[in-house]
């Protein structure tokens, strides 16, 4: 599907890098190094953009013309920890790329925008978007886009310790049905194994269950030999 986006010509602007996917990137002097993609038509305000996120120490990757960052954002993903996009409208091929395929991006984007209005900011925010910038942004703003990374990679680990948990617990409860399985034919086993190596013990088993009866015969016998004795 992200192939529908891809652009004319290679122009990947540097090698892949991994996308960091452990909490290890957070060490250090993070955020500083925290890769962008921002994308502006307005090539001034781009400049503007650029050099308050280099402030930060954040390694910036710009971009004026639409269909070259669309391209950056699906092909070479892997280059960039978080996106900011200028989006004019919800009519626009920006919106239409990250409703279809934001998740399959799996990175943050920031939309950027003069439109400050309910619909459009409810969209964008239902659609994919992690946030949504009035312009003109806030220095202080771009200080901080490097929460929806860490709010990212919180979450990832969430959903890792699920998974394991998940997989525990139905190996614990495989692991009970069989030895439940198994007991009864381990029990049996021990039987017939306790009467190969103790001959005498089904002998002394039925013998121990014989019972006297003590009837009318048994006690003359008695009274008989009573008698005797004190005849004597």
Known sequence: ??????????????PDRDLPNSPDMFSGNFPEGLRVLLFDEDR?????????????????????????????LCNHRNMFDIAIMEAHNLEGKIFRL????????DIPIIITSQDD??????KWMRNGACDYLIKPIRPEDLRLIYKYLVKKMELRGITVAEEAEEKAAAEKSS????????SPNRRKR??????????????????????????DYLNGKFLDAVNSLGNN
Not at 49 to 72: D, G, N, P, S
Request: hydrophobic share 25%.
């Open 190 to 215: 021990n039987m017939l194994q306790t009467d190969e190596e103790d001959p005498d013990h089904n002998r002394d088993s039925a013998t121990k269950k014989r019972r006297v009866v003590w009837d």
């Open 175 to 182: 692991s009970v049905g069989d030895s439940t399985i198994r």
């Open 117 to 122: 209005s309910r619909e459009s900011v409810t």
């Open 1 to 14: 599907m992200l192939q529908k986006w891809k652009a004319s010509g290679d122009q990947s602007g540097g």
């Open 98 to 105: 990250i409703s279809e395929i934001g998740s399959e991006i």
């Open 44 to 72: 001034q305000y781009l400049h503007i953009l650029e050099k308050h996120l280099e402030e930060f120490q954040y390694e910036v990757t710009t971009c004026h013309e639409e269909e070259r960052a669309m391209y950056l």
